[in-house]
């Protein structure tokens, strides 16, 4: 089947989902839905043109920093077979959930098959989780250890009412200074070598909720263990402000975003109420405002209609073309002979993608 006939049935099972759903009819909202479908699409197509297997790699790390095994997925685009240490590669954690919607998602923003997209580069694509499929790895206990950093009260709090495994569970909300050192001694350098044909100086980093919270952590604490940073449900940390009084150089993209209803979403019968996020990030913001960072390029945005669950689509979408400068080109206002030709547009040369 060929991209039209694809495309066709991606219209069909949004306009099925939106109607057995309710779903509001704000334009976002429908954009997005047909997108995720879209991208689903892409990733059938992309499996009968050159097999899944052949692109995504799955290995365990025994992690020496961590007392934990982890297993790394990987998507290794058409493009990598060619190049020569430019492809960028993305880390996120969270592989459990995320991976199988990111990849086609990243993979339709540089190649719709045969439709031109927004100008995204290839990339490699690292997701970080824990052996076992979605249901029985565990992986919402262990990210509680491994993406936070919080003090022994709050940390605490994570026990209430949890299962055993999640009261026992050493360094419970406190683990992310492991959790960096395995992803910087442990995880990249086994990306490298497996991978030598990806960039080495051009990581980029995506997280959400509790993933975010890691990501700016690292932004503020180990600032060169990725280049690029894209950070959905925003927090503020406490090491922003000490490297702002530093005057350090932060040279890194910065991406930040959340979504308008996550202050005001419930939980079945609870109401939840993330209002630290429109608020961490306004918090986040000031200080990036009063102090000098100098290098940092950031930009931020909101979601109009989106929750907690929802609002990362959005944001990793957006995010790439915010932390990925050559592709705020956007090659698809221009004839394909044009871009063929290597002419100047609004934004310079283009990307060699």
Known sequence: MDIYGLTAIAEELALSFLKKCSAPSHPLQLAFTATVFAALANSVLAETTYGRNDRIESFFIDSRHVDQTFEINVYVPPEYESASGDIPVLYFPDSDLFFDAITPLQRTMVDAGGLQSVGVPPMVLVGIGYPGNLEDSNWS????????????????????????????????????????????????????????????????????????????????????????????????????????KSGKRLDA?????????????????????????????????????????????????????????????????????????????????????????????????????
């Open 141 to 244: 206990i262990y990210r509680e250890r491994d993406l936070l950093l919080w003090p022994d009260e709050l940390a605490e709090r994570l026990k209430t009412g949890a299962p055993e495994l999640k009261r026992n569970l050493p360094k419970l909300g406190q683990g992310a200074d492991d959790f960096l050192e395995f992803i910087r001694g442990e995880l990249i350098p086994e990306i490298e070598k497996r991978y030598p044909n990806a960039a080495k100086d051009d990581r980029a980093y995506f997280g959400h909720s509790g993933g975010s919270w890691f990501g700016l952590y690292t932004l503020f604490s180990k600032p060169d263990t990725f280049h690029r940073y894209i950070v959905s449900s925003t927090f503020h940390v406490k090491g922003a402000i000490e490297y702002g």
């Open 253 to 353: 993209h910065l991406f930040m975003s959340y979504g308008d209803h996550e202050a005001v979403e419930h939980w079945g019968e609870i109401p939840m109420g993330f209002s630290g996020y429109p608020r961490g990030m306004a918090s986040l913001i000031n200080t990036l405002q009063t102090y000098d960072f100098p290098g940092l390029k950031y930009s931020y945005r909101t979601w109009p209609d989106e929750v907690h669950l929802t609002s990362w689509v959005p944001s990793f979408m957006h995010g790439l073309r915010a932390v990925f400068p050559q592709s705020q080109c956007k090659p698809y206002l221009f004839p394909k002979s044009q871009r063929d030709e290597g002419k100047k547009g609004e934004c310079g040369e283009w990307s060699k993608w």
